[in-house]
């Protein structure tokens, strides 16, 4: 058999046997034995120099074209075969939908409550969630001898001075007196963020759980300034008008206090575990800011006045989605937490 032969059957077959590949595997060994080193190509090559002189340059044009032919079709059956074994994919089949995360529904709200706050002019600051009893008690005109500061109603850490504990802050309002003495007045400040109590727990109540601290201090700075500001960010975040009530409250950071409630939005005001069957659920306190707070501030109360606000964002979370138990929040089921 002539060289010429030879290579034209060897072409014929390596195509033949190619049409067989179904995978990578076998593409390589039959790549290797065709086209390798020591393939069959390669012992075709090597007898070119027993050929004639002036045959050589012609049977090596046709080595050559028969190799890149061979190469291509190579080339071709591993794209063809290569998509379909990598990707492991039946385009007829419908797709499969990665899981993709979300933000917790507290942290949306969280989020919205910014903007909204943002919008109206308010910082939005962070702060410390292990406080000192300075900030979270004694700077709000929260005594020693204040239950608030009770071991029983406190999460203390051990360490820290005898006359300035440290301890996992209670509210936001932990923050009033840090963000005065950075900022000064005029202020206009929302802090959200975590909490904790030594709480019982129950539907309305955890033991750790979110809220958003407001504060303006500012000349001549009423109480209507308050209640307007709540009727607005109310407003915004339920995207229509929400039944309120405002009570008289006493927080010893401001004078005078109030509480807000809202018409229990689980229920519709009818009466459910979340509302302990009164129709409102507890959701802002409220007030002017204290002269002593001003004072611990830095600043002069003669010449400033402001408001303040700790709205339970957890509960506010609850009644925008109808969360019957607030325990529900932190608890980590994928399968609540799947809803939003
Ligand atoms: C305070 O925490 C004050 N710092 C609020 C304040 C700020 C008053 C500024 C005046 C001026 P209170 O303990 O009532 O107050 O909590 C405020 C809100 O947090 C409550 O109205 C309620 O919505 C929410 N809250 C309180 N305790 C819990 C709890 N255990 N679980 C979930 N939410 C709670």
Known sequence: MSLHQELDKLRGKALTDLKQIKDQDSLM?????YLGRKGELASIMALLKQVAKEERPQLGKLVNQV????????????????????QG???????????????HPLMRVQRELEDLFRSMGFMVLDGPELESEYYNFESLNIPIWHPARDMQDTFYIKGGKPDNRWLLRTHTSAMQVR?????????????????FRYEATDASHDHTFWQLEGLVVDKDISIANLI??????????FQREVEVRLRPGYFPFVEP???????????????????KQSGWIELIGCGLVHPRV???????????SGFAFGLGLSRLVMMRYKIDDIRLLLSGDLRFLEQF
């Open 257 to 275: 206090g109030f509480e807000l409630d809202m018409k229990c939005l689980v229920c519709n005001g009818l009466g459910c575990r979340s509302c």
């Open 228 to 237: 307007g500001t709540m009727k607005v960010f109310l407003s915004g975040i």
């Open 29 to 33: 060994a039959l790549r290797i034995k």
């Open 67 to 86: 190799k890149r032919e061979l190469e291509i079709a190579f080339l071709r059956v591993s794209k063809t075969i290569g998509d379909r074994k990598s």
């Open 89 to 103: 994919i039946d385009f007829t089949l419908p797709g499969i939908k990665p899981p993709i995360g979300h933000l």
């Open 179 to 195: 963000a005065l003495e950075k900022y000064g007045a005029p202020l206009r400040a929302v802090v959200p963020g975590r909490v």
């Open 294 to 304: 001003l004072e611990f501030g830095g600043l002069n109360p003669k010449e400033y």
